[in-house]
């Protein structure tokens, strides 16, 4: 069974930072390209950053220099490291495993960040 567990969403202050885990099980997750998503009240989801099997990224112009993917094979885990957070973040944040040239996708729960004062 394939499980995608997110973790690290918080209430923030404007300015702060966060750091965003997702634990994957029951995939080959060195296999998998992994990305962030987000979806904010009333809105649709939008990719957020996504990192491939060989490290390359890619970012949302919104997050471009705030924001950093990175992934850990060995312990099946993706990061997100959100800096300079602003009320517009203000999302719950999905981890997404796609399995490249294949329809196979898997998405998390999610987890809630806040940006207020």
């Known amino acids: 069974q394939v499980q995608l567990v997110e973790s690290g969403g918080d209430l923030v202050q404007p300015g702060g930072s966060l750091r965003l885990s997702c634990v994957a099980s029951g995939i080959s997750f060195g296999l998998y390209t992994m990305a962030w998503y987000r979806q904010a009240p009333g809105k649709q989801r939008e990719p957020v950053a996504t990192i491939i099997v060989g490290g390359s990224t890619d970012y949302a112009d919104s997050v471009k220099g705030r924001f950093t993917i990175s992934r850990d094979n060995a312990k099946n885990t993706v990061y997100l490291q959100m800096n300079s957070l602003k009320p517009e973040d203000t999302a719950v944040y999905i981890c997404?495993?796609?399995?490249?040239?294949?329809?196979?996708?898997?998405w998390g729960q999610g987890t809630q960040v806040t940006v207020s004062s």
């Open positions: 997404n495993a796609a399995l490249p040239t294949t329809a196979r996708r898997h």
